[in-house]
Structure formats: structure tokens, C-alpha cells
């Protein structure tokens, strides 16, 4: 596991490339600075690109959940084992599962800029012959531009399978959706009814394209309303306050068993469940937060009419050390007063990672350089 932050190593690499190459440049003879520069570069890492309709979420710590005391009544009188399993209220005033607010360090990952569409959906059916979800002859909700809605858990993954990627783990989605900051909404700590697609405020879903100004710091669109979206890991009330895995969490190994009245009928009511998050157009706004857990049976699709998918794929290594070389090329041009040169490695960079804070820091301090000297 790496110990140290992004930005640390980062500017530890790239301060440390200006110095040997100076110290290197100094000590050497014109002959041997000849060979030095540049029959004596370091290799370059083989080019990557973030692919298509994908956001990087670089690696790095961020924080999961939040610290929320649970509710006094639930707390003034503790339950029998039987009383959890069959009585207790499943309100948000009666039980908190979205803390406490903790730690966790993930790998870089690519991740969908958009919930899956009825076209890429539609794609996959024809493709693969795999049976068409519920409501997908519903005019409401079918358009191609709108998302695929009614999939169940194992039509989720399937597809994800099929782009050649994954569901995401909950802590990833939860990542691509706060940022850095732990926000508590995508696009901030205020909620803005104008940002989201929820509370049957409108007729149906939304474009997946739609509401740019509501996306995430990473720049993943609807993740708050629109549809739920399937998860990875099992779902359990319990799994945030034990949780023990703080790199690269993939959630419980058995889900909670949530009773109903235990009849052939209420099967997908009771047993272990999946976990889905962001909220949908028809739930209400207390769904829309990033750190809202949800679930359901994975063979369910009872919330089909706002339950969609969105996937998620490892991002190769390649990625972070691009975004380090071009680092330290800014960094290296920039002290040879070479603006364009840094401004072209700058671009690179940020292309690869835009929210990268250590290559939008160099941008200002190039622009101030550049208003500076007219």
C-alpha cells in the first residue's frame, strides 16, 4: 500500500528530477553534458488516455460516511435480537448507516461520466441476446438518451461485463461523488433543488447528459436523482462501524439479512441485499446525498422505474506516473522560464487528471507569471 500522499510524491519526484539533473548538468564537462542531455533521459511511460465517456479518479484518501449520533428513542431502549430482525423501524430517525466518517485510501479508477443510456443498454441486449429489463417499452422512460431504468443486479453487472468493466465498490462511488472534500451533495455542501432530478419533481428521468451543473467534483453527472445505481458490495447496517479494510474496501462478505414475514410471496423482501446509491427521480431529496445507503434484493427491480447502472474499471499505473512526468516537466520548463514548453507538458497533464490541485496550482502561478511580464 503507498504511505505517501499524491501531492507529496509528486513534488518529492518532481523537485528531486530539477535537482540531479542541475547537480548532474554542473559537475559535468561539455562532452559529457553532451551525452547527458538527451541520449541520457529517463524513459517516458508508455501514453494512456482516460477512455471515452470515463472520469480518472486518481489515487488518494478520502472520507466515507459522516458522524451522525443515532436517534435517542432507538438509543433510550436497546432491542432483543428477535426485535432487530422482525421490528425495527427501517426510518431514518430509527437507525444510522451511513457512519461513522472515516478514512479510506483507493486506487485510481476510471469511472462512468454518465449513467448507463437505453442506447448502450439497447446495445448490450442486441449484442448479447440477455433479456430486456422492465419498463423498456415504457414511452416515459425509454427514449435513447435517457437511462436504462427497471435492471436488476445480475443485468448490472452483466453489462458492466460486457464493456469489459465492473460495478463499482461502494467506496468508489461514494469517492467518484464527494471528491476530495467530502462533500455533501456533488457539487457542494448546499443542497440546490435546481442540481438534481428527485422527488417526482419532473415527469421522468432526465437525459444522462443533462444538469452539468450539477456534477461531481470528478465530473460524473447525476449523482444525486435520476436513478439509483447498483453497487458491488452487500449491504449491512452494521458494515461502516466495523469496517477494517481502509485500502480498497469491497464492503461485507455476506449481506444483512433483512426479515418481512418470511412467505414465498415477500422472498425478495427478505434475505441479504445489494447496496444502491445516489437516489432517483422519484425518491425524496434526503436519497440525494453522497454518503445515502440503500438497498436492495439483487434479483429485485421493485424501484425499477429509477434503478439504472453505471460502471467502473482500474485505471493501469501508467496513468498517475503520466501525470507526475508531466509534473516535473512543467516544473523543469518553468525554471528555464520556457512558458510554452510548460504550458504544453501542463496541458498533457491535466488532461489526463483536470482536478489535479498540485498542475492547476502550476497553471495560476504560469498565468500570474505571463500577466505579469506584459
Known amino acids: 500500500m503507498r504511505t505517501a500522499s499524491y501531492r507529496t510524491m509528486a513534488l518529492t519526484g518532481a523537485m528531486g528530477a530539477i535537482l540531479m539533473l542541475t547537480t548532474v548538468a554542473s559537475a559535468a564537462g561539455p562532452q559529457e553534458r553532451q551525452l547527458i542531455s538527451p541520449s541520457q533521459k529517463a524513459p517516458e511511460s508508455p501514453a494512456v488516455s482516460v477512455p471515452t465517456d470515463m472520469v480518472y479518479v486518481p489515487w488518494g484518501s478520502f472520507t466515507m460516511g459522516m458522524d451522525r449520533p443515532p436517534s435517542k428513542a ?12 422482525t421490528k425495527r423501524s ?25 449513467e448507463t443510456s437505453n442506447a448502450l443498454f439497447g446495445a448490450f441486449l442486441k449484442a448479447t441476446g440477455h433479456p430486456a429489463p422492465a419498463y423498456w417499452d415504457d ?68 437525459p444522462v447528459d443533462s444538469l452539468p451543473e450539477g456534477e461531481s467534483f470528478y465530473g460524473a453527472r447525476h449523482m444525486a436523482g435520476n436513478v439509483f445505481e447498483w453497487v458491488a458490495d452487500w449491504y449491512h447496517t452494521d458494515y461502516l462501524p466495523s469496517m477494517t479494510a481502509m485500502a480498497n474496501p469491497k464492503g461485507p462478505e455476506k449481506g444483512a439479512y433483512i426479515g418481512a414475514t418470511g412467505t414465498y410471496i415477500d422472498r425478495l423482501a427478505t434475505g441479504e441485499k445489494r447496496v444502491i446509491r445516489g437516489g432517483s427521480w422519484i425518491a425524496p431529496q434526503g436519497s440525494v446525498t453522497t454518503t445515502h445507503r440503500f438497498w436492495n434484493d439483487q434479483m429485485n427491480n421493485s424501484y425499477g422505474v429509477g434503478l439504472g447502472v453505471r460502471c467502473a474499471q482500474n485505471a493501469p499505473q501508467e496513468i498517475d506516473q503520466q501525470v507526475r512526468e508531466a509534473h516535473v516537466r512543467t516544473l523543469v520548463s518553468m525554471g528555464k522560464e520556457d512558458y510554452a514548453a510548460a504550458g504544453q507538458s501542463l496541458a498533457e497533464g491535466l488532461k489526463l487528471d483536470p482536478t489535479n490541485e498540485d498542475l492547476l496550482q502550476l497553471r495560476e502561478q504560469i498565468r500570474k507569471t505571463a500577466s505579469g511580464s506584459k
Not at 432507538?74 to 430482525?85: D, F, G, S
Not at 426510518?91 to 461520466?113: I, M, N, Q, R
Open 90 to 114: 427501517w426510518s431514518a430517525e430509527a437507525f444510522f448507516d451511513e457512519g461513522p466518517a472515516h478514512t479510506v485510501v483507493l486506487d485510481s479508477y476510471f469511472f462512468d461520466k454518465f
Open 74 to 85: 432507538v438509543a433510550a431502549k436497546p432491542m432483543t435480537a428477535r426485535e432487530r430482525l
Open 139 to 206: 414511452p416515459r422512460l425509454n427514449r435513447p438518451e435517457q437511462p436504462v431504468v427497471g435492471v436488476n443486479y445480475n443485468d448490472a453487472k452483466a453489462f458492466c461485463e460486457w464493456k469489459g468493466k465492473r460495478l463499482p465498490t461502494e467506496a468508489e462511488w461514494e469517492k467518484a461523488a464527494r471528491g476530495p472534500k467530502g462533500y455533501r451533495y456533488p457539487w457542494g455542501d448546499t443542497f440546490d433543488a435546481a442540481k438534481a432530478n428527485y422527488g417526482k419533481q419532473l415527469t421522468s428521468t432526465l
